[in-house]
């Protein structure tokens, strides 16, 4: 059976993870509220509203005004969690999540379920491909993206004491951890797996894809590549994308378009610092797709796990 089962059913059993971490920081932090927009079972908050409905707002089918909402709840001195889909949160909201949460400096969590191509059946209006690129840009926003449920709900106890927004990308992460996580720490990057030979840049669910790659290279070519695991796309954490690309030959990949992403942050890094390398950017192409599954959309555009190893062993 593999990591990450695609099987929305099948999935039903982890699909609240994040909603209960929240419900077990609710009993020790009593300004968290919980905010969506008509889609608490989807992105997996419903455990927090089912422990506590008077913390738990359902604005409707209406995200700028739930941007809005969240950010008069911070300025009340609540801490809001948002949830809805990636692009209707990043793209509908935009001005809102500018205006009104970045230029205040607001501690609102924004949780962007179904980021990348996760809801890839559902077509290009409901894939979140440009949502990093967007909050990325925003003054003073934060933008993480787990490899696992377990490290999503580690970003959630960290974020109590963040100051300021916060993105959190939530797309097809396994469920469980994929490799033993150290203490999370915003703007610092974790080394999933080491090697000197070559390195692959990855956050969400392209970590999972880049640790089997590098596991059949190993065993096929008998090279050792390193999997640096980028959750905190910013702040970057660009002396670790800087020790990575040492290495002589670096893909950086990720579930949201080639362009704007943790790509262009990573080459940003390691053209500052100096460092010569050969590099590659895997993700989505720069067009729109017609519907197909999620797996199907990675393999063609090779970012899963086998199109990663091709990638690295081509550059090899």
């Known amino acids: 059976?593999?990591?990450?089962?695609?099987?929305?059913?099948?999935?039903?059993?982890?699909?609240?993870?994040?909603?209960?971490?929240?419900?077990?920081?609710?009993?020790?932090?009593?300004?968290?509220?919980?905010?969506?927009?008509?889609?608490?079972?989807?992105?997996?908050?419903?455990?927090?509203?089912?422990?506590?409905?008077?913390?738990?707002?359902?604005?409707?089918?209406?995200?700028?005004?739930?941007?809005?909402?969240?950010?008069?709840?911070?300025?009340?001195?609540?801490?809001?969690?948002?949830?809805?889909?990636?692009?209707?949160?990043?793209?509908?909201?935009?001005?809102?999540?500018?205006?009104?949460?970045?230029?205040?400096?607001?501690?609102?969590?924004?949780?962007?379920?179904?980021?990348?191509?996760?809801?890839?059946?559902?077509?290009?209006?409901?894939?979140?491909?440009e949502d990093v690129a967007i909050m990325a840009s925003m003054g003073g926003m934060t933008?993480?993206?787990a490899a696992d449920q377990d490290q999503f709900c580690q970003i959630l106890e960290a974020s109590m004491d963040w100051k300021g927004p916060?993105?959190?990308r939530m797309g097809a992460e396994p469920e469980?951890?994929?490799y033993e996580h150290p203490d999370f720490e915003f703007g610092k990057a974790q080394v999933a797996r080491e090697g000197k030979d070559g390195a692959f840049i990855v956050s969400g669910i392209t970590v999972k894809f880049a640790l089997e790659a590098a596991a059949r290279i190993k065993e096929e070519l008998g090279a050792d590549i390193e999997v640096l695991n980028v959750h905190t796309v910013k702040p970057l954490d660009k002396e670790a994308v800087a020790a990575a690309a040492k290495t002589g030959k670096v893909i950086v990949a990720q579930d949201h378009s080639i362009v704007g992403g943790l790509g262009?942050?990573?080459?940003?890094?390691?053209?500052?610092?100096?460092?010569?390398?050969?590099f590659e950017i895997a993700g989505a192409p720069d067009k729109?797709?017609?519907?197909?599954?999620?797996?199907?959309?990675?393999?063609?555009?090779?970012?899963?796990?086998?199109g990663l190893f091709e990638r690295m062993k081509a550059m090899l």
């Open 1 to 129: 059976m593999p990591l990450v089962d695609f099987n929305i059913a099948a999935r039903a059993k982890q699909i609240d993870a994040p909603g209960k971490k929240l419900a077990e920081l609710g009993e020790t932090h009593p300004n968290i509220v919980v905010v969506n927009a008509d889609l608490g079972v989807t992105n997996r908050s419903k455990a927090f509203y089912f422990k506590y409905p008077e913390r738990s707002f359902d604005v409707g089918i209406a995200e700028q005004n739930m941007v809005s909402f969240a950010s008069g709840l911070a300025h009340e001195g609540f801490m809001p969690f948002v949830f809805t889909m990636s692009p209707f949160l990043t793209m509908r909201s935009c001005e809102q999540v500018r205006t009104d949460i970045c230029y205040g400096e607001y501690p609102v969590r924004l949780v962007g379920n179904a980021a990348g191509y996760a809801s890839g059946v559902s077509g290009a209006t409901h894939c979140g491909l």
């Open 143 to 145: 933008v993480v993206e």
């Open 166 to 168: 916060i993105y959190m």
């Open 176 to 178: 469980g951890s994929i």
């Open 264 to 278: 262009y942050y990573a080459a940003e890094a390691i053209a500052e610092a100096g460092v010569a390398c050969k």
């Open 288 to 306: 729109y797709v017609p519907l197909a599954t999620t797996p199907f959309l990675y393999e063609i555009n090779k970012y899963d796990a086998n």
